[in-house]
């Protein structure tokens, strides 16, 4: 099944993202050339453009247009840091829970932030991560499945995805969006807080070599967050 229409829209302008056709700072083209260029309504592109806006790539500006968001962090493998290393450097010990780890076919958010198609094999990881037995950061992960194989395999309450990714693929380069949320009924259990907590949800997708790998959402409570990691999470 074909992706829809205003996905098939966001996915074309994230790939001009991607591969450097659209630099930060940009302009994209115009919702009128959008809609004729796809046969679509100006909704479909709206919806697509409010997609990107919300999620980090895009800014809008009234009566200007939409132009790139300068976004991209391209980091030096040392600087996409282990959760267990952090917690462990601020001599605490670090402990897993894996809630989930599955085979699953992406669906069409994933796939659009994989850049797969929909269906294709993945592998979805639910993690909770500890320091001293406190939970510290909910990490949820796909992971293409036909490039990475192995995931599935991995027994990650003795490592982290994040070690396990560097070990079979170095991580060159990331991209991330951090924004301050409240967590769901589920994510508040799993992280032992009330639903009302101010939690910060880091957006994170990584690269090898120029190939997309893996996107991760880490959600962590405010307050722990600012005791534990002045830089990233992950």
Same mark, same amino acid.
């Given at each position: 099944?074909?992706?829809?229409?205003?996905?098939?829209?966001?996915?074309?302008?994230?790939?001009?993202?991607?591969?450097?056709?659209?630099?930060?700072?940009?302009?994209?083209?115009?919702?009128?050339?959008?809609?004729?260029?796809? %046969?679509?309504?100006?909704?479909?592109?709206?919806?697509?453009?409010?997609?990107?806006? @919300?999620?980090?790539?895009?800014?809008?500006? @009234?009566?200007?247009?939409?132009?790139?968001?300068?976004?991209?962090?391209?980091?030096?493998?040392?600087?996409?840091?282990?959760?267990?290393?952090?917690?462990?450097?601020?001599?605490?010990?670090?402990?897993?829970?894996?809630?989930? $780890?599955?085979?699953?076919?992406?669906?069409?958010?994933?796939?659009?932030?994989?850049?797969?198609?929909?269906? @294709?094999?993945?592998?979805?990881?639910?993690?909770?991560?500890?320091?001293?037995?406190?939970?510290?950061?909910?990490?949820?992960?796909?992971?293409?499945?036909?490039?990475?194989?192995?995931?599935?395999?991995?027994?990650?309450?003795?490592?982290?995805?994040?070690?396990? $990714?560097?070990?079979?693929?170095?991580?060159?380069?990331?991209?991330?969006?951090?924004? *301050?949320?409240?967590?769901? *009924? %589920?994510?508040?259990?799993?992280?032992?807080?009330?639903?009302?907590?101010?939690?910060?949800?880091?957006?994170?997708?990584?690269?090898?070599?120029?190939?997309?790998?893996?996107?991760?959402? $880490?959600?962590?409570?405010?307050?722990?967050?600012?005791?534990?990691?002045?830089?990233?999470?992950?």
């Amino acid at each position: 099944m074909a992706p829809a229409l205003y996905l098939q829209i966001k996915q074309h302008i994230l790939d001009g993202i991607r591969e450097r056709h659209y630099q930060a700072g940009d302009k994209i083209p115009t919702e009128a050339a959008l809609c004729d260029q796809f %046969g679509v309504s100006r909704m479909t592109v709206n919806k697509a453009l409010r997609e990107l806006t @919300a999620e980090g790539w895009l800014v809008r500006t @009234a009566g200007s247009g939409s132009f790139v968001a300068d976004r991209r962090t391209e980091s030096p493998l040392l600087e996409i840091r282990n959760i267990a290393d952090e917690i462990t450097e601020r001599g605490a010990r670090h402990g897993s829970r894996v809630i989930r $780890l599955e085979r699953q076919k992406a669906d069409e958010k994933v796939a659009v932030q994989l850049g797969l198609r929909v269906g @294709a094999p993945i592998f979805h990881s639910l993690i909770v991560h500890q320091a001293d037995d406190e939970p510290l950061q909910l990490e949820e992960r796909f992971v293409d499945a036909e490039r990475l194989p192995g995931y599935g395999e991995q027994d990650f309450t003795t490592l982290t995805p994040n070690h396990y $990714l560097m070990q079979v693929c170095p991580l060159s380069e990331m991209e991330h969006v951090v924004e *301050a949320v409240q967590p769901s *009924a %589920g994510e508040a259990a799993l992280l032992q807080v009330r639903v009302d907590t101010p939690c910060l949800l880091l957006h994170r997708r990584t690269w090898s070599d120029g190939v997309l790998v893996s996107y991760a959402r $880490l959600l962590s409570p405010g307050s722990r967050y600012k005791l534990r990691s002045k830089t990233r999470i992950g």
